[in-house]
Antibody, heavy 123, light 107 residues
Framework: QVQLVESGGGVVQPGRSLRLSCAAS????????MHWVRQAPGKGLEWVAV????????YYADSVKGRFTISRDNSKNTLYLQMNSLRAEDTAVYYC????????????????WGQGTLVTVSS | DIQMTQSPSSLSASVGDRVTITCRAS??????LNWYQQKPGKAPKVLIY???SLQSGVPSRFSGSGSGADFTLTITSLQPEDFATYYC?????????FGQGTKVEIK
């Protein structure tokens, strides 16, 4: 069965860096686009970044552009999020999610999610 | 970026009620609109994709409609397990965005 398991969260001081990982299993990782989505405590979902199946295209939310980098290693079935210059407002549960294409047209949607990893930015 | 606006932000309803949540995009997104349900402490779960397609395993009391910029999620005969927060999300732009969420509470 499809599994996505995030790791790497924790408490970090403002201005420091952290790298999240998402280990994928149960499917052919290199066939799918992968995303990071975050949720601040008590708040809604915020899309963070996407990387295409082959790693050739990446897109970021304005709130993280220039500070966060999404990457993947298809040989290790792992997705990453390098987070630099962290701010208090980056405090959130970070989810990795797989996207799937609507065959008959209609774009893409998140069909599987990890359990999330909590990042707390605080001095 | 495409902005997604849901209404209402919250609602109170009783078991058995019919519930409607709306989502408006800031531009035309065709039918590139998905709906998710999230319960506290859990990851979201897709209910509806491509505006009106029911995800496998999701009860038929959930339905979606709309195209262009205006969309609706309907729950007929609300069940106890449906009390949760619901989000719409667009994939028309490479910069995906979510609505702010609608919390469905017990009256």
């Amino acid at each position: 069965q499809v599994q996505l398991v995030e790791s790497g969260g924790g408490v970090v001081q403002p201005g420091r860096s952290l790298r999240l990982s998402c280990a994928a299993s149960g499917f052919t990782f290199s066939f799918y686009g992968m995303h990071w989505v975050r949720q601040a405590p008590g708040k809604g979902l915020e899309w963070v970044a996407v990387i295409w199946y082959d790693g050739n295209k990446k897109y970021y939310a304005d709130s993280v552009k220039g500070r966060f980098t999404i990457s993947r290693d298809n040989s290790k079935n792992t997705l990453y999020l390098q987070m630099n210059s962290l701010r208090a407002e980056d405090t959130a549960v970070y989810y990795c999610a797989r996207d799937d294409e609507v065959v008959a047209g209609g774009g893409y949607y998140f069909d599987y999610w990890g359990q999330g990893t909590l990042v707390t930015v605080s001095s | 970026d495409i902005q997604m606006t849901q209404s209402p932000s919250s609602l109170s309803a009783s078991v058995g009620d019919r519930v409607t949540i709306t989502c408006r995009a800031s531009q035309n997104i065709n039918n590139y609109l998905n709906w998710y349900q999230q319960k506290p402490g859990k990851a979201p779960k897709v209910l509806i994709y491509a505006a009106s397609s029911l995800q496998s395993g999701v009860p038929s009391r959930f339905s979606g409609s709309g195209s262009g910029a205006d969309f609706t999620l309907t729950i007929t005969s609300l069940q106890p397990e449906d009390f949760a927060t619901y989000y719409c999300q667009q994939s028309y732009s490479p910069f995906w965005t979510f609505g702010q969420g609608t919390k469905v509470e017990i009256k």
